[in-house]
């Protein structure tokens, strides 16, 4: 089936990992079929969202039936282009950084840190996670095309200089870690998390909208 990617919304292309990663789950657990109501309650998405994200796709399921997970499974493993590996640049390798390189996607085959930049002296020359850690003198001469994304985790003071070099050197995609707002090309996505605005965030709804 060819999807038209652009004219998939792009709150629901953020949702498709999440359906990705139950349904491997359900696959591991040998369950044949799910119906949007159970997926519904597993990733905590309304099922009427559910299904209008689904139709997007054509038709996955039969009325009465549900879904059939093998099929689902194999059908956004190819819409995530789970079957190639993106190869990622981590920056900076602080408290944050080293969690990511000891975690290394494990659960994710299709992703992974290939290479890891700071300017520690310590870290520089050793390995993480079997992640080679460079100088961030030697970015532009580390980085190659094999590598797409980067993470950003460096002080914000330094944020945009870093990604300025990131952009020069051909990164398409920035996970931002960093409380700074990135000016980059149109041409190079930046997803912005910042940690203490998500926590103060959870703080607020606990608080106003309680359960």
């Known amino acids: 089936m060819n999807i038209d990617q652009t004219k998939i919304p ?30 519904s309650e597993a990733v905590k998405v309304d099922s009427a969202t559910i299904r209008r994200d689904f ?3 054509g038709a996955l399921g039969k009325k009465g ?9 194999s ?21 944050l950084g080293t969690a990511f390189l000891n975690y290394n996607f494990s659960k994710n ?3 992974r840190i290939e290479v890891a930049f700071d300017v520690d002296q310590n870290k520089v020359g050793t390995e993480l996670g079997s992640v080679p850690i460079h100088h961030l003198d030697d970015l ?23 990604a300025d ?12 870690f960093t409380p700074a707002r ?17 926590l103060q965030s959870l703080v607020y709804f606990l608080k106003h909208y309680p359960m």
């Open 10 to 39: 792009q709150a629901t292309a953020k949702r498709l990992p999440l359906y990705y990663r139950f349904l491997e789950n359900l696959q591991a657990s040998g369950k044949q079929r799910v119906s949007s109501s159970e997926l």
């Open 55 to 57: 139709s997007y796709f």
């Open 65 to 73: 039936y549900g879904y059939n997970v093998n099929y689902l499974l």
């Open 75 to 95: 059908f956004f493993r190819k819409t995530l282009d789970q079957d190639e590996v993106t190869n990622v640049a981590l920056i900076g390798v602080g408290n």
């Open 109 to 111: 085959n299709s992703t």
């Open 140 to 162: 532009e001469k580390i980085l190659d095309d094999s590598v797409s994304v980067a993470i950003l985790t460096v002080p914000s003071s330094v944020a945009q200089n870093v």
């Open 165 to 176: 070099r990131l952009v020069a050197s051909g990164i398409k995609g920035i996970l931002n």
């Open 182 to 198: 990135l000016s980059v090309p149109q041409n190079v996505r930046v997803h912005h998390i910042d940690l203490s605005v998500e």
